[in-house]
Each structure stands twice: as C-alpha cells, then as structure tokens.
C-alpha cells in the first residue's frame, strides 16, 4: 500500500541550529511530494513541494527539501531554527490527480531558546 | 482574501445525533476537499469536489456520511448516527484546480468534533 512515514514524532532544537524533518515514502511509483506546516488553531500551509524536474526544492520560511528517489525520502531541512518555527509539519504524497494527499503522522517541532 | 471558512470551530454531540459541517471556500475556487485528523495522526482524505460534482470517495466515508456542493460553492458534510470514533478534526481546503503540479491548497481551521 502507498504510504507516507515521517520519523520522530517530536523533534526537539536549539534556535539557531540545524532542524531535518525526516519523510519516507512507500511506493514503486515516485509520487508527488509535499510538506505542510501547522500553527496551532490555523490551517495547514504549503511550505513546498516536489513534482518535477529539480529534486533539491526551495520553499517558504528558509525551508528546503531534497527527493532522493533511491532512498523515497524527501526530508526537510533548515540551516538555522528560529522559535517561530515552532509547530507541527506534515509530509504528503500524491500518487493521482485532483492533489488526493496521503498525509505522514506529523512532527511537532520545539525550537528552545 | 477570507481564506476558507469553516463553521463550526467547536461541535459537542452525543453519540447517535447527527451532525452538519459547514465549509466556505475562497470565492471562485472550484475544487473542494474534506479531510479528517485524529488526534496524534495526520489528516485522512475523505472526499473531494470539482464544482457541485463529487468525483472521489475515500472507503473512509462510510453510509453515515455525505457531502454535497449544490452550487459548486459552500460545502456540507453530515454524520449521521454520530459513533465515538468519529471524534476528529474535519478539515475542508479548497483550489483553483490545475494538475497536481501547479494547484495549491487552501485549508480552513477545521471543525473539531467530539462525540460523548
């Protein structure tokens, strides 16, 4: 079955370090790729996503993800965590039309002082 | 821009009552989607519509489920004969459509539902 894992479901950082989301997908067939974020009592938000072409993908908020088709992962990073980067994020995959998302568990993300 | 709405923030019902969810999408986006979230999970596609025409089911929505767009505007979703485990977040998002490769999606704040 096509699935979507995201590994740690908490992650905990120091502001201004390294933050890496892990996502892993289950399929033979690469799908498309995405990674949400949710603040508390908001929606979710598209930070960026992987369809075509390039693998290393530049989204919004200094966020970055690479699709590595030999390892179906498509992990999130950021160079340096600020404390509003706090919240939960969530990967996503597509394997048909009309954006039907398969949504990982989500990883709620603490940046420390 | 309102975003989309969805009404209302906070549902309480006893199990066996029905309950109906309101969404308002982004005025003039035609594509609309129904998601769940539990507790601790990630949202679940439930349903989705191009104008008033539902074109995909999730085997999610069971009988006691239904969703309409009359006019290919605001969306509903009943429950009906509401059961604990419907307890959840139900998101709506909404689009201007497009193939996967250029739509994006909207999402409203959800209706968090708990079933006593």
């Known amino acids: 079955a096509q699935s979507v894992t995201q590994l740690g479901s908490h992650v905990s950082v120091s502001e201004g370090a390294l933050v890496l989301l892990r996502c892993n997908y289950s399929s033979s067939v690469p799908p498309y790729l995405f990674w949400y974020v949710q603040y508390p009592n908001q929606g979710l938000q598209l930070l960026l996503k992987y369809t075509t072409g390039a693998t290393l993908v530049k989204g919004i908020n200094g966020f970055e993800a690479e699709f590595k088709k030999s390892e179906t992962s498509f992990h999130l990073t950021k160079p340096s965590a600020h404390m509003s980067d706090a919240a939960e994020y969530f990967c996503?995959?597509?394997?048909?039309?009309?954006?039907?998302?398969?949504f990982g568990e989500g990883t709620q993300l603490t940046v420390n002082p | 821009d309102t975003g989309v709405s969805q009404d209302p923030r906070h549902k309480i019902t006893k199990r066996g009552q029905n309950v109906t969810f309101r969404c308002d999408p982004i005025s003039e986006h035609n594509r609309l989607y129904w998601y769940r979230q539990t507790l601790g999970q990630g949202p679940e596609f439930l349903t989705y519509f191009q104008n008033e025409a539902q074109l995909e089911k999730s085997r999610l929505l069971s009988d006691r489920f239904s969703a309409e767009r009359p006019k290919g505007s605001f969306s509903t979703l009943e429950i009906q004969r509401t059961e604990q485990g419907d307890s959840a977040m139900y998101l709506c998002?909404?689009?201007?459509?497009?193939?996967?490769?250029?739509?994006?999606?909207?999402f409203g704040s959800g209706t968090q539902l708990s079933v006593l």
């Open positions: 998002a909404s689009s201007l459509g497009g193939t996967v490769r250029n739509e994006k999606l909207f």
């Open positions: 996503a995959a597509s394997w048909t039309s009309g954006s039907r998302l398969t």
